[in-house]
Nanobody
Framework: VQLQASGGGSVQAGGSLRLSCAAS????????MGWFRQAPGKEREFVSA????????YYADSVKGRFTISKDNAKKTGYLQMNGLKTEDTALYYC???????????????????WGHGTLVTVSS
């Protein structure tokens, strides 16, 4: 699976952005698509994930209630709607996919085998 992330940019705190992750290659029917982020000097961390089969969603506590993950099956594209952005959301955001992840591995970056290039999100105060 090849992934292309887009939609990053610079916004003020409280603003919104929508990230997109377009997938190509094999069908995603049994896959999980995840979003991760990495701030300078920090480890890559889980943000959100969605199961392509049933649309089940997962969120990090830090973004719950502010971010919404979704997908468009026909376009093979996943989205991350980010509202109420905070300065601490500033990071390089990556999308990733993996087949048939179990719950205990969904939040672990090493569980994913395909990664897109990051898209930069900068939130200023």
């Amino acid at each position: 699976v090849q992934l292309q992330a887009s939609g990053g940019g610079s916004v003020q705190a409280g603003g919104s952005l929508r990230l997109s992750c377009a997938a190509s290659g094999r069908p995603l029917s049994d896959y999980v698509m995840g979003w991760f982020r990495q701030a300078p000097g920090k480890e890559r961390e889980f943000v959100s994930a969605i199961r392509w089969t049933n649309g089940g969603t997962y969120y990090a506590d830090s973004v719950k209630g502010r971010f919404t993950i979704s997908k468009d099956n026909a376009k093979k594209t996943g989205y991350l709607q980010m509202n109420g952005l905070k300065t601490e959301d500033t990071a390089l955001y990556y999308c990733a996919t993996a087949p048939r992840l179990i719950l205990s591995t969904i939040r672990v970056p090493s569980s994913y085998d395909s990664w897109g290039h990051g898209t930069l999100v900068t939130v200023s105060s």
